[in-house]
Structure formats: structure tokens, C-alpha cells
């Protein structure tokens, strides 16, 4: 069985900050796994995802996650925050069926 | 463009009242799924479907019915059993690979909200 944990259901940064959001996965077998955006009343939009090989991703809106097996993590990295990285994130494992973490609310402080 | 299509964007239920949310796709994406979302939960898989006349139920299917016609069109049915029904209702589709593993991207709809009058 898949599972993900996202540490914090709500992260608030300063305009120009580094953002880091907290993925934790558990996984049988090698992990796909992705990061998804979803702003207000719309539906989820790929922000970057991890197969094989390098384990730093670089993604949309100079996003990127380093995927690191000996801790299980993928956490999602932008070095200075813009207010319109305000939104709700979501990372997921797997292939066919994806399992989604709770969602991380990010908020931009001015 | 290519893309999904879901409406109507706000639905409002009655009690005892079955109500169909529509989803469609001109991707040719033979994988279709049908999610809900409620604060703080994440998404949670209602149903998917590999390839025509054929879908499987995720991990709450109960209250829910789906049909699978066409390649394009995944209509997920909110019947008068599922007695929480108030949610964002989200459709994605993906390609299904073989050979590769089964990674495959899913993309999203605008999504369905349902309320219950």
C-alpha cells in the first residue's frame, strides 16, 4: 500500500521568502510521485513529478523537489516566494491510481 | 484546446434526489477518475476507469454510480444513498502506458461543487 503525509496543512511566508512544503511517502515499490497546485474553486494542475533518475525536479513557476528515498521525502522547494504562490498543494504516489496527502495552504504574506 | 470539461460548475441536491455530474475529455485518454474533495482531507478516489464499459470502484464508492459509454465521457451519478454528498467533485484523465511502468500524469477538470438544499 501507498501513503503520503504532508507536514502542515498550513504554511505562511513573507513575499520573497524561501518556501518549503513537507512531503513524506511510504511506498513498496519505487515511487512515482508528484507535486499538484490547485488554486482557488479550480480543479489540480501539475507542478512537477518524480520517476527515475535525477532526484532534483524542476518544475512550473520555478518550483522544484528533491526526492530522497534514504528519507522517504519529497518536499517542494521555491527559493523566493511571489504572492501568486498563494494556493493549496498537494503531493501523490503512485502509477495508475494516485494517493493523494491532505493538501498544504500556503499563504503570502506581503 | 484540448482538455476536461466538467459541468455544471454548482449543483444543488434535493433530498432523495439522484443528480449526475458530467465530465469530458478530448485528450484521447483511455483512464478517467472521479475524486471528491472535502476540507482537509485531500482528494479521495470514488471511481476510475481503465477503458470503455469498464471501471472499478476506488475507496468510497458507496452512494455513487458511474458509467463508462464512451472514451470521452465519464458521468459520475450522486445518488439519494450517499447521505454526505456536500463536496468539490473533480475529474482527471491520463493516458495508460504500458512499458513504462505505469507512470501516468493525471489532469484535472475545474470541478463540480455539490451542495444539498
Known amino acids: ?110 | 484546446d484540448g482538455g476536461i470539461t466538467q459541468s455544471p460548475k454548482y449543483l444543488f441536491r434535493k433530498e432523495g434526489q439522484n443528480v449526475t455530474l458530467s465530465c469530458e475529455q478530448n485528450l484521447n485518454h483511455d483512464a478517467m477518475y472521479w475524486y471528491r474533495q472535502d476540507p482537509g482531507q485531500g482528494l479521495r478516489l470514488i471511481y476510475y476507469s481503465q477503458i470503455v464499459n469498464d471501471f472499478q470502484k476506488g475507496d468510497i464508492a458507496e452512494g455513487y454510480s458511474v458509467s463508462r459509454e464512451k472514451k470521452e465521457s465519464f458521468p459520475l451519478t450522486v445518488t439519494s444513498a450517499q447521505k454526505n454528498p456536500t463536496a468539490f467533485y473533480l475529474c482527471a484523465s491520463s493516458i495508460v502506458r504500458s512499458g513504462t511502468g505505469g507512470q501516468n500524469i493525471q489532469y484535472f477538470g475545474a470541478g463540480t461543487r455539490l451542495s444539498v438544499l
Request: with cysteine; proline share 5%; charged share 15%.
Open chain 1, 1 to 110: 500500500a501507498q501513503s503520503v503525509t504532508q507536514l502542515g496543512s498550513h504554511v505562511s511566508v513573507s513575499e520573497g521568502a524561501l518556501v518549503l512544503l513537507r512531503c513524506n511517502y511510504s511506498s513498496s515499490v519505487p515511487p512515482y510521485l508528484f507535486w499538484y497546485v490547485q488554486y482557488p474553486n479550480q480543479g489540480l494542475q501539475l507542478l512537477l513529478k518524480y520517476t527515475t533518475g535525477a532526484t532534483l525536479v524542476k518544475g512550473i513557476n520555478g518550483f522544484e523537489a528533491e526526492f530522497k528515498k534514504s528519507e522517504t521525502s519529497f518536499h517542494l522547494t521555491k527559493p523566493s516566494a511571489h504572492m501568486s504562490d498563494a494556493a493549496e498543494y498537494f503531493c501523490a504516489v503512485g502509477a495508475q491510481k494516485l494517493v493523494f496527502g491532505q493538501g498544504t495552504r500556503l499563504t503570502i504574506n506581503p
